[in-house]
């Protein structure tokens, strides 16, 4: 049986195909919107955020053999626990983590809270598209009032941005993907000025952000990918299946 850590589109595929190659998965997602990614395929899903003893027992409950995590890039926590359980049960980790966009990033940072102070300093409107998880740390910006939050239109989500402090014409509550076109709209009609993006890359939508951003002038912010030392690295995900016994 292959633990499948997921809730991304990639993960989505990636199901698919270790079914196609007759792999047994079990997949566990952090969200409810994860969970409804794979809800179509046949296989078992369990929607938790594990800590390290809940994998341990989801893998001595299924008899976990392999360990296949394609988390979001930013999910370190799960990442780290994730191979972690590898060494502890001595099972195979393998990784698939999306190629990363080549573009010039003047404004980049690898830290959210010196983001944040960069932040401070800038003029005009703010887009974020960092996702609600840490949308609480915007909450005490003098210039919230200029800064707009494209998110999903989930309860949880907008529930978040609202105890922020941030007010409903502040709260884009939106499903991707978005084209070029549609974020080129959004720039324009809130006259934002600065765009805050994660390096989600492709599948996230990264490359629609960013040419909009260029086409209009918008300056972009990016929050750099953490840094973890990955076991049996994939940008491929045939290469991924392929790897995997």
Request: aromatic residues 8%; contains cysteine.
């Given at each position: 049986?292959?633990?499948?850590a997921?809730?991304?589109?990639?993960?989505?595929i990636?199901?698919?195909k270790?079914?196609?190659?007759?792999?047994?998965v079990?997949?566990?997602?952090a969200?409810?919107y994860?969970?409804q990614?794979?809800?179509?395929?046949?296989?078992?899903v369990r929607?938790?955020k594990?800590d390290?003893?809940?994998?341990?027992?989801?893998?001595?409950?299924m008899?976990i053999?392999?360990?296949?995590?394609?988390?979001?890039?930013?999910?370190?926590?799960?990442?780290n626990?994730?191979?972690e359980?590898?060494?502890?049960?001595?099972?195979?980790y393998?990784r698939?983590?999306?190629?990363?966009?080549?573009?010039?990033k003047?404004n980049s940072?690898y830290d959210?809270e010196t983001?944040?102070?960069f932040l401070k300093?800038?003029?005009g409107?703010?887009?974020?598209?960092?996702?609600?998880n840490?949308i609480?740390?915007?909450?005490?910006?003098k210039n919230k009032n200029?800064?707009?939050?494209?998110?999903?239109?989930?309860?949880?989500?907008?529930?978040k941005?609202?105890?922020?402090?941030?007010r409903p014409?502040?709260?884009?509550?939106?499903?991707?993907?978005?084209?070029?076109?549609?974020?080129?709209?959004i720039?324009k009609n809130?006259?934002?000025?600065?765009?805050v993006t994660?390096?989600s890359g492709?599948?996230?939508?990264?490359l629609e952000k960013?040419?909009?951003?260029e086409?209009?002038g918008?300056?972009?912010?990016?929050l750099?990918?953490?840094i973890?030392?990955?076991?049996?690295l994939y940008?491929?995900?045939d290469?991924?299946?392929g790897a995997?016994k």
């Amino acid at each position: 049986m292959i633990l499948l850590a997921g809730g991304t589109k990639d993960s989505r595929i990636i199901a698919d195909k270790l079914l196609k190659n007759n792999h047994k998965v079990v997949v566990t997602t952090a969200t409810e919107y994860g969970g409804q990614l794979i809800s179509h395929l046949d296989l078992e899903v369990r929607v938790a955020k594990l800590d390290l003893k809940g994998l341990k027992n989801l893998v001595d409950e299924m008899n976990i053999s392999c360990i296949v995590d394609a988390t979001h890039p930013y999910a370190i926590e799960i990442s780290n626990n994730l191979l972690e359980l590898s060494t502890i049960m001595n099972i195979p980790y393998y990784r698939y983590e999306r190629n990363m966009l080549e573009y010039k990033k003047e404004n980049s940072f690898y830290d959210l809270e010196t983001l944040i102070n960069f932040l401070k300093e800038v003029k005009g409107n703010i887009l974020l598209t960092l996702g609600s998880n840490n949308i609480d740390k915007f909450k005490n910006l003098k210039n919230k009032n200029f800064i707009y939050v494209r998110i999903l239109p989930t309860e949880y989500a907008i529930k978040k941005c609202e105890n922020a402090g941030f007010r409903p014409s502040q709260i884009l509550g939106l499903q991707g993907p978005f084209s070029k076109e549609f974020n080129e709209a959004i720039y324009k009609n809130y006259n934002i000025e600065y765009v805050v993006t994660k390096e989600s890359g492709a599948t996230g939508g990264e490359l629609e952000k960013i040419e909009a951003a260029e086409n209009l002038g918008v300056k972009v912010v990016v929050l750099k990918r953490p840094i973890v030392q990955y076991k049996n690295l994939y940008n491929n995900i045939d290469d991924l299946i392929g790897a995997i016994k």
